[in-house]
């Protein structure tokens, strides 16, 4: 009775304060210390079969009655001989072992049921083979002894305050583990913690020693329930009560990590809290998640596989909150996944998200280390701190996946008689670099008169967490600083007649060199008025359209022909001007114009063809070689606060309003509206998929790729006559955003001239007079190209 496999599901059951109702709870922890005992005869009979002497010749005194009792063994406090030092001596329950393997037998048997039977069923092969290795390795205490030596020298050796038992080998057998005594008392017993203790100095190390063991030497301790957890009472010197620090106890069921499973899991965890789609996938394959060959990475189901795990993921990397607190947003959650259920069912007829199987298989590894923070939250919980999960694991994720790339860890000293502005720059990225507010950078000014002599040409750290150094050679992703580059080219052929003979400028009407534009009452809609966004275009995108459609160049040509014009304004109230608001696809719709005046079949073969005759078509372009593709990349977050996990729970309620109403809904969403439905389309990140990096599906607006060197020297060049240049920079008006997301993702900058260009305002430090630059800014990662004038 209570012995086995199956107690360790009512154990890992019994730390869900936050979870199940109490009172379940509170059943069910005796089972982490206070099982049934064995009685001592069978004690002495182990001891002397495992250690081959007779119990006294080993120890001074024995304790007849254990301090406690778990599903496999039974600890008993002893003063060994000679040394007369107190340990603590586990030996294992009679016949546990055969029960082990009886009971993952029945769980095998009753997984392969499931799995015949419900095809959809994930498969389990992998976990039950995980757990039936740690079972069997938890019932030889042989190797339970080497695991604590490797954790506690691993503790040592990272410097973290928690403390782990070292076993004494010439008292160890199979079943009989022997090893210093821990004083102290289950870590959730909080009333005998002493008035005014630390409880946030006890658990975060403890959560600092979970994420070390985990990528210093690719240990999990499997079986993290309060009862393996103590709260030590220490010496704190200098005559001080003594202190409290957690200690891990039992490392009987551990798992073991490859190398490549430890990068995997780094991976994993800065792609959950960076919610970066492409590396999660990246990561989950690494860490041996095997998923539908039948089914696309692109395909609906897919989506919204990686959109639900990446923010249950992100939950359990919260920071740490009370049980009761706990227990509340769980029960708005499992509400929100029934009703998505709900919908998911009703839909299922029409469309194949939620009807899909997406996972064929799920690596034990992860499970384990799921199961590990799991426990540790609730011990947290419990204790009712708040400890930053996020940022006490990055910071033993990160060096692990930066051990392999020889990145500067600053942003270099200027070289000797490098330009003062260059110093400049160099001192404001350390300064951005101390601050964390960036991970790299690429940085080039070139005087337009020379266009040759560079006063500025520098590149340090990287563009993502993960990726490779970045040099002045590295290809950037320009994300919506692409349309800097799409308008330079665009003017560049307003300065020339068509591949048809026709002559185009700001004031011809766009049907002029794209007919299909004229649908729904758009014919009157100009170049100008498109590039200044004032065309009152703000739903572009029809609701089935799908990521593949998204990136089909021709397929969002053909899209924004269909869309019909709003012409929705908003009245600034001081001077009764109107304000139109964004236009989040006027790059795609400059690069539908270039293509189309020049007569190619792609924006691919119409910036390279502009971009030739300038020496720059290898160095700003939508793909090259992958060695000189940068990431893009986005910091994890280091806090992710309960306000932080209710704002997503509302935003995935929001959308559960909208397709509960889909009815009612416009079949034309806007930009906004798209990205509610459609996240993965949307995403900055979305230049890191495979099929962007190869060219097979392109975001014509959104996807260049370029060094800042060639940046200026297309800026500098004479592409474009400068009498049509100034004329692009007389300003027009000032956008209407709707959203401080907006704002940011234009960097600050609403001003609009006629070209398209956004317009800056600077002061000069000589004599305080205004200087008007142009250029696009990318918000979301700070890329910018400006052009100032020369004098």
Known sequence: ???GFLTKVGQAASIKAGELPKPWVEELKGLQDE???????????????????PL????????DRPIASASVAQAHVAYLRGADSKVCVKVQHRGVASMVGTDLATIEFICERAAKYHPDAPDTTDLIRQWRRASKEEVDFLKEAGNARDAAACLQRCGIDVGCPMPIASC???????????????????????????????????????????????????????????????????????????????????????????????????????????????????????FDAQLHPDSPAFSQFVDTYLGSCAWMFRDSIPSSAQLHYLEQLSKHQDRREKLEVHNSEHDEVGAAKVVNKIPGVVLFFLRGLEMLQNICGTLEVVVPFSQVILRRAIPLLQESTAMPSRALPAPPGCPDLEQDVRAKLQELDDAGAILGAQVAVLPVASQSDFLCNVAVGKTAVVGSPLSAASLVPLLDASVGVLLYCLLGALARPTVGGKSVDFETPVQTVWPDFAQRSKGSITVGQLLQQRSGLLRFFPRELSFKGFISELRMETVFASASCEKQQLVDGGEGATRHKRCHVVGALAAALLRRMMGLRSAVDAVRSSLEPLGLHKDIVYCSSERRMAYA?????????????????????????????????????????????????????????????????????????????????LFAADLVPQELLDSSRDLAHELCVESHEDWRELGGCLEIGVGGWQLLRFRRLSDDAEVLAHGTIDGSTGSAGLRFPQH
């Open 633 to 713: 990349g986005r910091k994890p977050r280091e806090c992710l606060s309960m306000e932080r996990m209710y704002e997503w729970l509302e935003e995935k309620e929001e959308l559960l309003d909208k397709l509960a109403d889909g009815g009612a809904s416009p079949s034309w969403l806007t930009w906004h509206e798209f990205a509610a439905e459609k996240p993965a389309c949307i995403d900055p990140l979305i230049v890191n998929r495979e099929c962007s990096r190869r060219g097979e599906g392109i975001i014509p607006g959104r996807g260049l790729r370029a060094t800042a060197e060639a940046l200026c020297r």
């Open 56 to 63: 006294e010749h080993i120890f001074n005194s024995f304790s």
């Open 172 to 290: 160890c057998g199979k079943r009989v583990l022997t090893m210093a005594f821990i004083e102290g008392w289950k870590i959730t017993d909080v009333d005998r913690l002493p008035l005014g203790t630390d409880r946030e100095a006890i658990c975060r190390p403890l959560v600092d020693a979970f994420a070390a063991l985990v990528f210093d030497i690719g240990l999990i301790h499997g079986d993290p329930h309060p009862g393996n957890v103590f709260a030590e009472p220490v010496d704190a010197g200098g005559g001080k009560p003594k202190r409290i620090r957690a200690a891990l106890l039992d490392w009987g069921i551990v798992q073991r990590m490859s190398e490549a499973e430890r990068i995997g899991a780094a991976r994993w965890v800065v792609a959950t809290l960076a919610q970066d789609r492409v590396l999660y996938v990246r990561a989950l394959q690494e860490l041996g998640f095997v």
């Open 35 to 53: 099982l049934p005992v064995s009685n001592f005869k069978e004690v002495r009979q182990t001891v002397r079969a495992d250690l081959g002497k």
């Open 1 to 3: 009775k209570y012995r």
